[in-house]
């Protein structure tokens, strides 16, 4: 018999010879391990919610790595997280039927994949009491108590309901068909609130917002009749589908309602007539219950305008203006934070990109003159990213990226005082998707956690100016396999590239492991897609594939880089709006001047740069195979944007606020559009698309391919189409595919 001591000395030998497998399996990994599901980074929550009293928070997860989800339950302090809720649980439903068909040794179109993404469960949302759930699963309705058994179905109907959530305990507001209806669940009686949506005229109705109270409904109605209408074939079925979106702008209407149905006729606000295109952002109700905020982008999305409508739909209604700001350029999403406060109705605060970055302004409205008043809470090159009042209404918690640019933090501000507390922070990294509950004088703040290395968890604890360093922060899944955290990744390194313009390029890149400076390695340049999005950051993201991706390279011998050009989030007005009039202007410069420094600072050869990426990123590097030739060896274009004529037409909002309008400005989107040097291409290019993608429609590389053929640059690209994928690929195989393809592309062009 072995001794303890022997014991224990095999036991740690065994653990780390396991622990070395580990580390060194992660150099083995192939394209089809990194894409497969169930992933090898877990499965991330998704829904997850705190509940109104801030006590406790549920979220969907599979422990499989599997669809659908199961909904778990966990005290806000912290626990185990238990299954409260699974698809089993729900009353029975007949299959939905398929007609025999004896032909069925082709594809089969509903195959287990799409399976079980129709039976997920999802859109849950808390009663006011918190003491039940209502959710959604294939359209319909359901209502579940907590420790209450099964869950009660509500409707049953061929059109989804949407958009449900409570009203007070008893009333649940939602969608059907366009309009809004409220079901009161004590008595099964419904009501309609809206009658304007009108599908076949293109009439909708959006943006309900109920008062704090549940007395009033605020919503819009859109009359979309002269949106272009979008075709996107579908080739999988016997017969080809070209189902129809309609996008462009729209004519908006404001109004208001009693959610008890007792006014036949809504009330419409009519603010100042707005001017050029734009439209409502968001809505909000005073705290009591009577005054309604609004803003509003107008002036061909360059203006933003908050009123404050006193009174509504009263006799002494009064419409002030509390903020009007126009940027030459376009206006910031991030502005669009703001919220009253929960017990005085005269007092909001507000964001404002004004001085440059991102702020928060604290205004108060007197609505005996008709006039309101703001000054700056926060100040600094830095932006806030999100807020909320304190239930008491005399405190502000808001996320910011003050202390990095590559993380963010979340901070504690007194209203009264100015003074501002950083909230204990497990560690530096990013923390997101925040939530906070509106009852408790010291609120629970939900939020998700993660690194470079380390997938999103979340994370709850207290908020207040006194939790400097006293109060717990309390982490409430572990959702990542432990043979995951055991993977030894090639570390990012962070650094700030000098532009030509005297401006710092935030970057991060990857070394191989054996990284010799006196020998000339070949590097791939990743670029992030959205344009407006940011990448160096000390955080996961949808990226986690690319991420993954990126280390095989560097196993192969690649440097890998990764910059937030021109355009990214993060780093204020100026960085963002620089791409202004010129799509693959100074965010191209930043492309070339960042290969340059690494070609001068890290050993990179000059002949052997790649470059990939999707939908914006995928345009980029379209631009850059084109133009620069000199810079750039390969490059794969995923899902790309290659002419931004078509993409007006797909997302009008977005194109305009950089480019204008195509007849207003056409050699804006001349020069911004890679088809329209499609004659220079001289080096490799792979084009990847998916064929049903309602974003960036595939016509786009269509179109490209066959100005490509017309040029007689056959010897120089190729393409693959993804007969299932949309814009955002969900198949594994899909992703495998892609990857192994662009892998052997740089591996025959880059070696």
């Known amino acids: 018999m072995k001794s303890k001591t022997s014991v224990k000395v095999l036991f740690s030998l065994f653990t780390f010879i396991f622990c070395l497998v580990l580390s060194v399996s992660a150099q083995n990994l192939t394209v089809r391990e990194i894409m497969?599901?169930?992933?090898?980074?877990?499965?991330?929550?998704?829904?997850?919610?705190?509940?109104?009293?801030?006590?406790?928070?549920?979220?969907?997860?599979?422990?499989?790595?599997?669809?659908?989800?199961?909904?778990?339950?966990?005290?806000?302090?912290?626990?185990?997280?238990?299954?409260?809720?699974?698809?089993?649980?729900l009353p029975s439903s007949p299959p939905r039927s398929t007609p025999e068909n004896k032909l069925d040794y082709g594809l089969i179109v509903r195959d287990d994949f799409v399976k079980a993404r129709e039976v997920g469960l999802g859109n849950f949302e808390w009663s006011p009491d918190s003491k039940r759930l209502l959710f959604t699963?294939?359209?319909?309705?359901?209502?579940?108590?907590?420790?209450?058994?099964?869950?009660?179905?509500?409707?049953?109907?061929?059109?989804?309901?949407?958009?449900?959530?409570?009203?007070?305990?008893?009333?649940?507001?939602?969608?059907?068909?366009?309009?809004?209806?409220?079901?009161?669940?004590?008595?099964?009686?419904?009501?309609?609130?809206?009658?304007?949506?009108?599908?076949?005229?293109?009439?909708?109705?959006?943006?309900?917002?109920?008062?704090?109270?549940?007395?009033?409904?605020?919503?819009?109605?859109?009359?979309?009749?002269?949106?272009?209408?979008?075709?996107?074939?579908?080739?999988?079925?016997?017969?080809?589908?070209?189902?129809?979106?309609?996008?462009?702008?729209?004519?908006q209407k404001l109004y208001v309602v009693p959610t008890d149905a007792s006014r036949d006729a809504p009330f419409e606000i009519k603010l100042p007539k707005q001017e050029g295109v734009g439209g409502f952002r968001r809505t909000a109700w005073a705290a009591d219950g009577r005054s309604l905020m609004v803003d509003r982008v107008d002036k061909d999305t360059k203006r933003r305008q908050l009123?404050?409508?006193?009174?509504?739909?009263?006799?002494?209604?009064?419409?002030?203006?509390?903020?009007?700001?126009t940027d030459d350029k376009w206006q910031a999403s991030l502005s669009v934070i703001f919220e009253p406060n929960p017990k005085d109705p005269s007092q909001l605060f507000f964001c404002s990109e004004k001085d440059g970055f991102n702020h928060l302004y604290m205004a108060k409205v007197d609505p005996a003159t008709g006039t309101a008043e703001s000054k700056q809470l926060t100040k600094g090159p830095w932006q806030v990213e999100w807020a909320k009042w304190t239930a008491g209404g005399n405190a502000i918690a808001y996320s910011s990226t003050e202390e990095s640019a590559d993380e963010r933090q979340f901070y504690f501000l007194n209203a009264a005082s100015g003074e501002k507390t950083k909230l204990q922070s497990y560690e530096k990294g990013m923390k997101i998707s925040p939530q906070m509950d509106e009852v408790n004088p010291v609120p629970t703040l939900l939020y998700s956690f993660s690194q470079w290395q380390t997938p999103d968890e979340l994370y709850a604890q207290k908020v207040c100016d006194a939790c400097k360093e006293g109060e717990a922060v309390n982490r409430l899944t572990k959702t990542v396999p432990a043979s995951f955290d055991a993977r030894k990744w090639n570390a990012p390194r962070f650094v700030d590239i000098p532009s030509r313009d005297g401006k710092k390029i935030a970057s991060k890149f990857y070394r191989p492991a054996d990284?010799?400076?006196?020998?000339?390695?070949?590097?791939?340049?990743?670029?992030?897609?959205?344009?407006?999005l940011q990448n160096t950051i000390n955080g996961w993201n949808n990226y986690y594939r690319e991420f993954m991706f990126n280390d095989l390279l560097t196993r192969r011998g690649y440097v890998v880089l990764d910059i937030d050009y021109r355009g990214s989030a993060g780093y204020g007005r100026d960085w963002r709006t620089d791409v202004y009039d010129f799509l693959g202007g100074k965010d191209y410069d930043d492309h070339i001047d960042a290969i340059d420094f690494?070609?001068?600072?890290?050993?990179?050869?000059?002949?052997?740069?790649?470059?990939?990426?999707?939908?914006?990123?995928?345009?980029?590097a379209e631009m850059l195979i084109f133009r620069a030739p000199d810079k750039v060896a390969a490059a794969a274009a995923l899902r790309p944007v290659a002419d931004w004529?078509?993409?007006?037409?797909?997302?009008?909002?977005?194109?305009?606020?950089?480019?204008?309008?195509?007849?207003?400005?056409?050699?804006?989107?001349?020069?911004?559009?890679?088809?329209?040097?499609?004659?220079?291409l001289q080096k490799p290019l792979l084009i990847l698309h998916g064929m049903v993608d309602d974003n960036v429609h595939v016509?786009?590389?269509?179109?490209?391919?066959?100005?490509?053929?017309?040029?007689?640059?056959?010897?120089?690209?190729?393409?693959?189409?993804y007969p299932s994928e949309n814009h955002g690929f969900v198949r594994p195989e899909s992703w495998a595919d892609e990857y192994e393809r662009i892998l052997a592309f740089f591996e025959k062009h880059l070696k």
């Open 307 to 325: 009123f404050y409508v006193h009174n509504v739909a009263s006799k002494d209604e009064k419409i002030i203006t509390v903020s009007d700001e």
């Open 598 to 620: 690494m070609v001068k600072n890290y050993a990179v050869d000059p002949n052997k740069v790649g470059v990939y990426g999707g939908s914006y990123g995928g345009f980029m």
């Open 137 to 251: 699963q294939a359209g319909d309705l359901y209502v579940f108590t907590i420790g209450g058994g099964k869950p009660k179905r509500y409707t049953k109907t061929q059109a989804a309901e949407v958009g449900a959530r409570f009203i007070d305990n008893d009333r649940i507001l939602y969608q059907q068909a366009g309009n809004i209806f409220v079901l009161n669940i004590s008595d099964a009686t419904t009501v309609q609130l809206t009658r304007e949506a009108d599908p076949a005229r293109f009439i909708s109705v959006g943006g309900g917002t109920v008062s704090k109270d549940g007395k009033m409904l605020a919503y819009t109605v859109s009359d979309s009749s002269k949106f272009r209408p979008l075709f996107v074939p579908n080739y999988l079925g016997e017969f080809t589908e070209a189902p129809t979106f309609r996008r462009g702008w729209s004519e």
């Open 645 to 680: 004529k078509n993409y007006y037409a797909s997302s009008p909002t977005y194109t305009a606020q950089r480019l204008g309008f195509p007849d207003k400005n056409p050699e804006a989107y001349k020069r911004s559009s890679p088809i329209s040097y499609a004659d220079k």
């Open 515 to 532: 990284f010799d400076p006196k020998k000339k390695y070949p590097m791939v340049i990743f670029v992030h897609g959205a344009g407006y």
């Open 699 to 721: 016509q786009d590389s269509q179109q490209l391919i066959e100005k490509l053929i017309r040029l007689g640059k056959t010897q120089y690209f190729e393409a693959m189409l």
């Open 36 to 89: 497969a599901e169930p992933s090898i980074a877990g499965q991330r929550v998704e829904g997850e919610k705190l509940s109104p009293d801030g006590t406790k928070v549920i979220f969907l997860w599979n422990a499989d790595g599997k669809l659908p989800r199961d909904l778990y339950m966990v005290p806000a302090s912290g626990g185990t997280p238990q299954i409260i809720l699974r698809v089993s649980d």
